[in-house]
């Protein structure tokens, strides 16, 4: 299965796409977790991207395409991947369609921009491994640990109330028009996200049934 992950900032791509990888084995590339892995490590990549990030706007495209293209020719990408956050901008979508990369689904994840301020506030992610966690909506079985590889949570420097009001404002303007890009193709599905995480993980696997 080869799916792209559409959403505002906060929809839940990236509890969701844990649970669609997991079902069907295949690896997920998420653009926000290699971009946060570079900056940690000071690459010169990651030093570009750090402002843009760190202010909620986008990184420039020609940074993001080369990720894609670098990581789709790993061997694991072979059976399928999940694309969690890339593309955000037609241009980047543009890219995997010259790259030759045939999208079976796009999933597009809606939530109202008011619980998505809400939802920023309460996520902690794994500083080791970039899992998703709320301190309301999914918490850890033990307190401040992932319950993956027991790394420390932490919340994202781009969670704060107004750089999630930034990222909402770029995501409506610049990533929004991808809804119509596919749809034009035949290949947007459309889930509500729903107040439970299990809620939408159940409308999500009922969504992709066809594909697997
Ligand atoms: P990125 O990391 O991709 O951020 P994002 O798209 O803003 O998405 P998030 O990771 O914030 O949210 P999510 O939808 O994965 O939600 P989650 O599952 O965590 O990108 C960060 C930055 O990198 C960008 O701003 C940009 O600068 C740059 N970048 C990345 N890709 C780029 C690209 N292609 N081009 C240019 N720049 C790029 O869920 C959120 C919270 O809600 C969690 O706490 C979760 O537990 C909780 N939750 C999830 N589902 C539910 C539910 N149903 N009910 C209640 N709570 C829920
Ligand atoms: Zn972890």
Redesign the pocket.
Same mark, same amino acid.
């Given at each position: 299965m080869k799916l792209i992950?559409l959403?505002? !900032? &906060?929809? =839940?791509? &990236? +509890?969701?796409?844990e649970v669609i990888c997991q079902k069907n084995n295949i690896p997920t590339i998420?653009?926000?977790?290699i971009? #946060?892995e570079a900056l940690k490590s000071g690459t010169e990549m990651g030093l570009k991207?750090k402002t843009?990030?760190e202010s =909620?706007?986008? @990184? !420039?495209?020609e %940074?993001?395409i080369g990720i894609i293209k670098d990581r789709l020719s790993q061997d694991d990408c072979k059976n399928g991947f999940i694309l969690? &956050?890339? !593309? #955000? +901008?037609i241009p980047?979508a543009e890219a995997l369609d010259t790259m030759g990369v045939e999208i079976d689904a796009v999933l597009d %994840?809606e @939530?109202a921009d008011e619980d998505i301020v809400t #939802?920023?506030s &309460? /996520? /902690?992610?794994c500083e080791k491994c970039g899992s998703?966690?709320?301190v309301?909506?999914?918490q850890p079985s033990v307190e401040g640990k992932c319950d993956i590889c027991g790394g420390t949570l932490v919340q /994202?420097k781009?969670?704060h109330p107004d750089t999630v009001k930034e /990222?909402l404002e @770029?995501?409506h303007t610049q990533t929004e028009p991808l809804k119509e890009f596919y749809s034009k193709q035949g290949k947007l599905l459309v889930v509500h996200?729903?107040?439970?995480?299990e809620? +939408?993980i159940r409308l999500v696997l009922e969504a992709l049934e066809d594909l697997t």
């Open positions: 992950l959403g505002a !900032p &906060g929809a =839940g791509k &990236g +509890t969701q796409a998420s653009t926000g977790n971009l #946060r991207a843009y990030m =909620g706007k986008l @990184v !420039p495209d %940074i993001l969690d &956050g890339f !593309p #955000r +901008t980047q %994840i @939530v #939802r920023m &309460g /996520r /902690r992610v998703s966690y709320h309301l909506y999914k /994202r781009d969670d /990222r @770029v995501y996200g729903q107040e439970k995480v809620d +939408t």
